[in-house]
């Protein structure tokens, strides 16, 4: 039985390729494995998103630069399609060449996704039998191919507009805000660190710890309600002014809402993820967050996750009124919370990718206001 990419939306991009597949394996019945993989830009990586998978899926979680790959580099230089006949005599076996031999796939297909000469990713195709992707075959896929690509084009278009969206109101407070954009840079990325580890256990798929790493850096957009006097004042705020600085909450949540009707954003996949974010990542274990003092469980993962990416960069930061912590200091500090304000289980997977956080935080130093 074909094995869906889980989403927590009917209408998820996980569940239309899976429809494809069933369509094309209706003629095709030995095209077992349909996948996408997304490209950063950013940090020149390539990661894994969904997939169609007749039983277990090969490759999950995976990531590596789009730069050490030779190949799939001239594939979107050139927008070409390759086509492996016998993945078992190519000479060098790649991680993920490797995970598709062991998975028992024989030969493969591959497409660059680029849409006005951006390149968005990739889509692969394989087979347990060699020599499957003929003429003909190629010839019915690729219009597959193509349809499936219009859809993650339209996915990643739709969310970057309101991301885009979302950001110009926050680059509206930039100036005024301690949080730059470095911030929002590393503390997505380590919140991606966090979703990826626990991913396996709470049933996750690739496109959950995407939309995590998409969302997180859109947490705080609720302050650009903040009164200048308070998000500027250098000291400790009194109580009545961090009783204001606390409705940047459910500011947030308004402004997300106001968004998504005006843009029309409804559809988008992982959409309450981002609420959740918004309105839930203030909040602790203990009850002792905000706004509404949710304990456990209560909290969503991924508010969770970010709660933990947004503390660690914090205090790993320079700010007007304090010096950058350590990594040491600053992991200490959240272990010494974990599984009292702060999720214990995110603590330590950001702790297991220490190697990972040090990388993140070389490529996106802060600048000069952080």
């Not at 989403?7 to 095709?28: M, Q, V």
């Not at 789009?66 to 492996?84: G, P, V």
């Not at 203990?286 to 990416?309: F, N």
């Not at 947004?310 to 500090?333: C, E, H, I």
Request: charged residues 25%; contains cysteine; aromatic residues 10%.
């Amino acid at each position: 039985m074909l094995q869906q990419t889980l989403s927590e939306r009917d209408r998820s991009l996980g569940e239309r390729l899976y429809k494809i597949h069933e369509e094309i394996r209706a003629n095709f019945p030995d095209l077992c494995r349909i996948a996408v993989a997304l490209y950063d830009h950013e940090t020149d990586i390539l990661k894994t998103f969904a997939h169609s998978t007749d039983g277990i899926s090969p490759i999950s979680f995976y990531q590596a630069k789009l730069s050490e790959s030779h190949s799939l580099q001239e594939l979107a230089k050139q927008n070409q399609t390759r086509i492996i006949d016998d993945l078992t005599s190519q000479e060098s076996q790649k991680v993920h060449s490797t995970k598709l031999l062991e998975t028992g796939y024989k030969s493969s297909m591959t497409m660059p996704i680029i849409f006005n000469d951006h390149l968005y990713g990739f889509l692969f195709f394989n087979s347990p039998k060699k020599n499957f992707f003929s003429d003909i075959r190629c010839a019915t896929i690729k219009a597959y191919a193509g349809v499936i690509s219009l859809l993650v084009v339209n996915e990643m278009q739709t969310l970057t507009t309101f991301r885009g969206a979302v950001q110009t109101a926050r680059e509206f407070s930039r100036q005024r805000d301690e949080e730059t954009g470095n911030h929002l840079e590393r503390m997505s990325r380590y919140a991606h660190l966090i979703a990826r580890e626990l991913a396996p256990k709470y049933h996750k798929a690739d496109d959950w710890v995407e939309y995590i790493f998409q969302f997180t850096p859109l947490h705080d957009v609720g302050k650009v309600a903040v009164p200048d006097e308070i998000l500027l004042k250098p000291g400790r705020l009194t109580n009545d002014e961090y009783e204001i600085m606390k409705t940047h909450v459910q500011k947030g949540g308004q402004i997300i809402s106001l968004m998504s009707r005006e843009f029309g954003l409804d559809s988008v996949n992982f959409f309450d993820m981002l609420h959740n974010i918004v309105l839930y990542h203030h909040e602790a274990l203990d009850g002792s967050g905000y706004p509404h003092g949710l304990k456990g469980d209560e909290i969503p993962l991924e508010s969770r996750i970010c709660a933990v990416a947004d503390v660690f960069d914090a205090l790993t930061s320079k700010r007007p009124y304090k010096n950058a912590w350590s990594n040491g200091d600053a992991m200490q500090w959240l272990l010494d919370n974990a599984g009292k304000r702060l999720d214990a289980e995110c603590v330590q997977a950001l702790n297991n990718h220490m190697d990972e956080v040090h990388k993140i935080q070389a490529e996106f130093e802060e600048d000069f206001i952080g």
